[in-house]
């Protein structure tokens, strides 16, 4: 079982980004470029989705991508928000009925097979459907160097760091 889940955030200002993005968890590994990633596989449940939603809210990023996968149960999510909101998310999941779409197309999903659903006896089956080397590929045709690692980790924040501010 390979599981990948983290946030792609292109931003116009990285110190700005971590100033604000620390309030949400977010702390730097190491130096970015215009396109930080965030490792968000250390929290319990996958909070992808919730926190790139929060950072495409600041004013220094200019979009960010939610994207998780799980090959166990061939289920895989690609999310990209704008200014807080989703402008495109696309989920596969094999066992409930393949694609779910929201929000018109975006060039970036050519790199997905949305809205194939291949038959097993398709000689090109594996070149039709969704699995972990198509997520990681247009992960890292986003931004992410998966060899480098990421830029940043998302550690959810208790109640009292919260609070207190540590």
Not at 26 to 45: E, N
Not at 132 to 153: E, N, Q, V
Request: proline residues 4%; hydrophobic residues 40%; aromatic residues 10%.
């Amino acid at each position: 079982m390979a599981t990948f889940c983290g946030v792609i955030c292109e931003v116009s200002d990285e110190a700005a980004f971590y100033a604000k993005a620390d309030a949400l968890g977010v702390r730097k590994l190491r130096d970015a470029k215009r396109t930080i990633t965030i490792d968000t596989s250390a929290a319990f449940t996958d909070p992808s989705e919730k926190l790139a939603r929060e950072l495409s809210a600041l004013a220094c990023v200019t979009r960010t991508f939610a994207i998780f996968g799980q090959s166990s149960v061939d289920g895989y999510v690609v999310a990209e928000n704008v200014g807080g909101e989703i402008v495109r998310r696309v989920l596969y999941n094999r066992d409930y009925g393949g694609w779910e779409t929201r929000g018109a197309p975006r060039p970036w999903e050519a790199e997905l097979p949305v809205g194939r659903e291949p038959d097993e006896d398709d000689d090109d089956y594996d070149a039709q459907r969704m699995d972990m080397r198509k997520l990681l590929s247009l992960a890292t045709k986003l931004g992410w160097d998966i060899d480098a690692g990421p830029h940043a980790t998302y550690e959810k924040r208790g109640l009292l760091a919260r609070i207190f501010g540590k």
